[in-house]
């Protein structure tokens, strides 16, 4: 409209410097609102994506949906395999991860002498990290499918994803023990510590806030996969619950891709409604993971 | 101490809810493979499990090749296939020792579709889809009256099913006469609803895909008849419908899909209760999920396959094969 207003807006730059007092708020302002432009973007694409799959899925999202098998007929299927084969996973996933991963973050940051060797490994685990997923699931198959005749099972999913969060979990857990100060260790080897109580008593209960988080977050990633999980042979119809940590499997993500590709609109509401209960699922895990952070942090403050 | 204990609630409540210890899984029928033929077998599972409690279907799918992979490993008792097995397939079954009985399930119809604001367009020939089609068309065959005199000066704009697809190994084969060989200047996509999105907004456009997604929409889009210059097996251009494709006579752009049944599997009640039940079953099922049922004959015979234990392909596991009539192709096989 006006090519002149912009200029009253933003004053030249060049008179700000040097009147400190009055003007100098205004580039802060700027860079203030371009932040928070940067936050509210990300959050309104995710708050209309929510609120689209929920308005599609909205008449599906029954206790209903949650407690019934597949199904031919749309309006009868529901996801309790998938749950339960997807809760499972997380469970299994988390208590294969856990031990090796922050037991090899403890080594790397407590144990290990700096060396050649050492940061090698290092610069691997952080590659690792970026190796696309499918990647893993043909190891996951060839390796615990095949080779170590777990058969297309629950333990075999598990011990693929954890594959997946082994490098993002060791990651997570060494940055956490960094932060612990070198001095308090110091100041634990002068009260007459040795390496094994220091590590158990001081350095892993003041950086668990930080190794949960990690652990938290990288599981919440894991539940949303897909592609490793098809490749070791999850399963994409199975009527019943798992029974054993061999049992076949199907996951949530899997059951979702299923509705979306089929013709019939009513399995793309069940799709919506799917992916609400997922969205929901993340939200859960990661709550979780601001609450054990913040109750930890205020026990060691 | 407070981390052994979050362990050891995790490890709790992992065994609580998945259980311990190794089950025998001997009463479980394990299925992999196409995903155009996964909705028929998950209905066949379904109703097979509400008859018959106790006994356990699971189905996944990896795709056609990825089924018969997983199949070749004697992984899978039954295998879902879009298309008869290939030679390297056959040969890697024949290596393990994996014999197999190929079943012919339904039909599964490719339309091609056009934008309803398309008013010149009203049939096509085998012909100019292939002219349209064919690698050489990439970048040259770009208007409409390229492909007939009297259609318009207007670019077209072409849609069809993802090339690691089943369908669009059909469709090539079928159309441009070499399996997986097409132009690749076309908008692509592994889910069908993509395409029915795109055809749906775009006047210029053509595109093929499953006659299934099709007749969930049918206000979006209009279908084209294809005239396969070949007058007897039905004049003129046809359109793809239950009656046309059952009868044969929407040619070429109908395929039998199939599922492959382990040999030694079959010896198991539960696998052997399940191929009967699926092939009783089908004709109602078939239809109910969206696809074309065989003939009545076709079944029949099917079902005296597994009787007999008739191993192999009858497509001599060439691959597709265009025009293929499954009931004569049947009766040859079991005189």
Same mark, same amino acid.
Not at chain 1, 2 to 23: F, I, M, Q, W, Y
Not at chain 1, 45 to 54: D, E, K, R
Not at chain 1, 161 to 190: D, F, G, K, N
């Given at each position: 409209?006006?090519?002149?207003?912009?200029?009253?807006?933003?004053?030249?730059?060049?008179?700000?410097?040097?009147?400190?007092?009055?003007?100098?708020?205004?580039?802060?302002?700027?860079?203030?609102?371009?932040?928070?432009?940067?936050?509210?973007?990300?959050?309104?694409?995710?708050?209309?994506?929510?609120?689209?799959?929920?308005?599609?899925?909205?008449?599906?999202?029954?206790?209903?949906?949650?407690?019934?098998?597949?199904?031919?007929?749309?309006?009868?299927?529901?996801?309790?395999?998938?749950?339960?084969?997807?809760?499972?996973?997380?469970?299994?996933?988390?208590?294969?991860?856990?031990?090796?991963?922050?037991?090899?973050?403890?080594?790397?940051?407590?144990?290990?002498?700096?060396?050649?060797?050492?940061?090698?490994?290092?610069?691997?685990?952080?590659?690792?990290?970026?190796?696309?997923?499918?990647?893993?699931?043909?190891?996951?198959?060839?390796?615990?499918?095949?080779?170590?005749?777990?058969?297309?099972?629950?333990?075999?999913?598990?011990?693929?994803?954890?594959?997946?969060?082994?490098?993002?979990?060791?990651?997570?857990?060494?940055?956490?023990?960094?932060?612990?100060?070198?001095?308090?260790?110091?100041?634990?080897?002068?009260?007459?510590?040795?390496?094994?109580?220091?590590?158990?008593?001081?350095?892993?209960?003041?950086?668990?806030?930080?190794?949960?988080?990690?652990?938290?977050?990288?599981?919440?990633?894991?539940?949303?996969?897909?592609?490793?999980?098809?490749?070791?042979?999850?399963?994409?119809?199975?009527?019943?619950?798992?029974?054993?940590?061999?049992?076949?499997?199907?996951?949530?993500?899997?059951?979702?891709?299923?509705?979306?590709?089929?013709?019939?609109?009513?399995?793309?509401?069940?799709?919506?409604?799917?992916?609400?209960?997922?969205?929901?699922?993340?939200?859960?895990?990661?709550?979780?993971?601001?609450?054990?952070?913040?109750?930890?942090?205020?026990?060691?403050? | 101490?407070?981390?052994?204990?979050?362990?050891?609630?995790?490890?709790?409540?992992?065994?609580?809810?998945?259980?311990?210890?190794?089950?025998?899984?001997?009463?479980?029928?394990?299925?992999?493979?196409?995903?155009?033929?996964?909705?028929?077998?998950?209905?066949?599972?379904?109703?097979?499990?509400?008859?018959?409690?106790?006994?356990?279907?699971?189905?996944?799918?990896?795709?056609?090749?990825?089924?018969?992979?997983?199949?070749?490993?004697?992984? %899978?008792?039954?295998?879902?296939?879009?298309?008869?097995?290939?030679?390297?397939?056959?040969?890697?079954?024949?290596?393990?020792?994996?014999?197999?009985?190929?079943?012919?399930?339904?039909?599964?119809?490719?339309?091609?579709?056009?934008?309803?604001?398309? %008013?010149?367009?009203?049939?096509?020939?085998?012909?100019?889809?292939?002219?349209?089609?064919?690698?050489?068309?990439?970048?040259?065959?770009?208007?409409?009256?390229?492909?007939?005199?009297?259609?318009?000066?207007?670019?077209?704009?072409?849609?069809?099913?993802?090339?690691?697809?089943?369908?669009?190994?059909?469709?090539?084969?079928?159309?441009?006469?070499?399996?997986?060989?097409?132009?690749?200047?076309? %908008?692509?996509?592994?889910?069908?609803?993509?395409?029915?999105?795109?055809?749906?907004?775009?006047?210029?456009?053509?595109?093929?895909?499953?006659?299934?997604?099709?007749?969930?929409?049918?206000?979006?889009?209009?279908?084209?008849?294809?005239?396969?210059?070949?007058?007897?097996?039905?004049?003129?251009?046809?359109?793809?419908?239950?009656?046309?494709?059952?009868?044969?006579?929407?040619?070429?752009?109908?395929?039998?899909?199939?599922?492959?049944?382990?040999?030694?599997?079959?010896?198991?009640?539960?696998?052997?209760?399940?191929?009967?039940?699926?092939?009783?079953?089908?004709?109602?099922?078939?239809?109910?999920?969206?696809?074309?049922?065989?003939?009545?004959?076709?079944?029949?015979?099917?079902?005296?396959?597994?009787?007999?234990?008739?191993?192999?392909?009858?497509?001599?596991?060439?691959?597709?094969?265009?025009?293929?009539?499954?009931?004569?192709?049947?009766?040859?096989?079991?005189?």
């Amino acid at each position: 409209m006006n090519r002149a207003s912009p200029r009253r807006d933003v004053p030249p730059p060049t008179r700000l410097l040097k009147t400190p007092e009055g003007g100098a708020r205004a580039p802060e302002r700027v860079f203030e609102v371009i932040c928070l432009l940067a936050l509210m973007l990300p959050l309104l694409l995710l708050v209309v994506l929510i609120a689209q799959a929920f308005t599609d899925g909205r008449e599906r999202l029954t206790w209903e949906f949650l407690t019934s098998y597949p199904s031919r007929f749309a309006s009868q299927a529901g996801i309790l395999p998938a749950l339960v084969g997807s809760a499972c996973l997380m469970m299994l996933t988390a208590v294969i991860a856990i031990p090796i991963g922050v037991g090899a973050a403890l080594y790397l940051e407590e144990y290990a002498r700096e060396s050649r060797w050492t940061s090698f490994i290092e610069v691997n685990i952080s590659n690792l990290a970026g190796v696309p997923s499918i990647i893993y699931g043909l190891l996951g198959l060839e390796l615990f499918v095949r080779a170590m005749r777990m058969g297309r099972s629950l333990l075999a999913g598990a011990a693929t994803l954890s594959l997946l969060l082994l490098p993002m979990v060791i990651m997570a857990s060494r940055e956490a023990l960094r932060t612990v100060p070198q001095s308090t260790r110091e100041a634990c080897y002068a009260l007459g510590a040795d390496r094994w109580q220091t590590i158990r008593r001081v350095v892993l209960p003041m950086s668990l806030p930080g190794i949960l988080t990690g652990i938290i977050l990288s599981l919440a990633r894991a539940i949303g996969e897909t592609a490793p999980l098809i490749t070791i042979g999850a399963l994409t119809y199975v009527a019943f619950l798992p029974d054993s940590v061999y049992s076949p499997f199907t996951a949530l993500p899997i059951q979702i891709f299923n509705w979306i590709s089929r013709p019939q609109t009513d399995f793309h509401v069940n799709a919506a409604a799917g992916i609400v209960v997922l969205l929901a699922i993340m939200l859960v895990f990661n709550g979780a993971a601001i609450w054990l952070r913040s109750r930890f942090q205020r026990r060691f403050s | 101490m407070k981390k052994s204990l979050f362990v050891g609630v995790m490890m709790a409540a992992t065994l609580g809810v998945c259980g311990c210890g190794k089950k025998e899984q001997a009463r479980t029928v394990q299925i992999d493979g196409s995903s155009t033929v996964y909705p028929i077998t998950e209905a066949v599972a379904e109703a097979f499990q509400k008859a018959n409690p106790g006994m356990r279907v699971v189905v996944g799918v990896s795709g056609t090749g990825g089924g018969f992979k997983k199949f070749a490993a004697g992984e %899978t008792d039954i295998s879902n296939a879009s298309r008869p097995i290939r030679p390297s397939e056959a040969e890697a079954c024949a290596k393990a020792g994996v014999e197999y009985i190929e079943l012919p399930v339904a039909y599964d119809g490719l339309a091609v579709l056009i934008n309803p604001r398309n %008013t010149w367009a009203q049939d096509i020939t085998v012909e100019e889809l292939k002219k349209l089609w064919e690698p050489e068309a990439q970048g040259k065959i770009t208007r409409w009256n390229q492909i007939r005199a009297d259609w318009p000066d207007r670019e077209i704009h072409l849609y069809g099913a993802g090339v690691d697809s089943g369908t669009y190994d059909y469709f090539t084969q079928a159309i441009v006469g070499k399996e997986h060989s097409s132009r690749g200047d076309f %908008t692509s996509s592994e889910d069908d609803n993509v395409l029915v999105q795109g055809i749906a907004g775009d006047e210029l456009a053509l595109g093929f895909f499953g006659l299934a997604y099709y007749e969930e929409n049918q206000d979006k889009l209009k279908l084209l008849p294809v005239d396969d210059g070949d007058d007897t097996n039905g004049k003129g251009a046809i359109s793809p419908s239950l009656e046309t494709v059952m009868d044969g006579t929407y040619q070429p752009l109908s395929r039998p899909i199939f599922i492959y049944v382990r040999k030694d599997a079959l010896d198991r009640p539960e696998v052997e209760a399940f191929v009967r039940f699926y092939l009783q079953k089908a004709p109602e099922l078939v239809k109910e999920v969206g696809y074309i049922p065989l003939s009545a004959r076709s079944y029949e015979l099917a079902r005296e396959r597994v009787d007999k234990r008739i191993t192999g392909s009858l497509f001599g596991g060439k691959g597709s094969q265009v025009g293929a009539k499954i009931e004569e192709l049947l009766e040859k096989e079991v005189r």
